[in-house]
């Protein structure tokens, strides 16, 4: 966005760059909270199990690997705390994309987390990042508001 701006300036000349430059910063607080945050990049995150963890609220991916990265782009997840789920995903097959979406049920335990009663995959959390680790890859999903 910045950069935008800065091109956008200097189609316009340098004399609207040196009236920016003189005008200052732009104080911290014009900011939104969450964007003046450090970003912890998700590689150096350390997640830790999680097998009894009470699922609630809106997730989104935001790295997904192994098997399910060949057609999956984005996943979302929107988990109740009575025990039911309803989620989309966006995948692309020979360069088509199409939402696909599902409704069910999920439990936690300590064999790990299931869907519909399924297999259990591992679940990990660190802070708002859930990591769902099966023998076929992963997916880390952040927690987003629901609006």
């Given amino acids: 966005m910045v950069a ?5 300036l200097a189609l316009r000349g340098s004399a609207s760059l040196l009236l920016l430059c003189s005008a200052g910063c732009i104080a911290s607080n014009v900011v939104a909270p969450d964007e ?7 590689a150096e995150r350390v997640f830790e199990p999680a097998p ?3 699922l609630e609220g809106l997730f989104e ?23 039911t789920y309803t989620a989309a995903a966006l995948a692309e097959v020979a360069g088509k994309f199409s939402f696909q979406t599902l409704d069910g049920i999920w439990q936690n335990d300590a064999a790990g987390l ?21 023998p ?3 997916v ?8």
């Fill in 4 to 8: 935008g701006a800065f091109r956008w």
């Fill in 36 to 42: 003046r945050m450090v970003v912890e990049p998700l």
């Fill in 52 to 54: 009894t963890r009470q």
């Fill in 61 to 83: 991916s935001c790295d997904i690997q192994g098997d399910a990265a060949v057609s999956l782009r984005k996943i979302y997840y929107l988990f109740s705390p009575d025990g």
């Fill in 114 to 134: 299931v869907l519909d009663g399924g297999d259990p995959v591992v679940l990990e959390q660190s802070g708002d990042f859930l990591r769902l680790v099966a």
């Fill in 136 to 138: 076929g890859g992963l």
């Fill in 140 to 147: 880390v999903l952040v927690r987003k508001e629901l609006l």
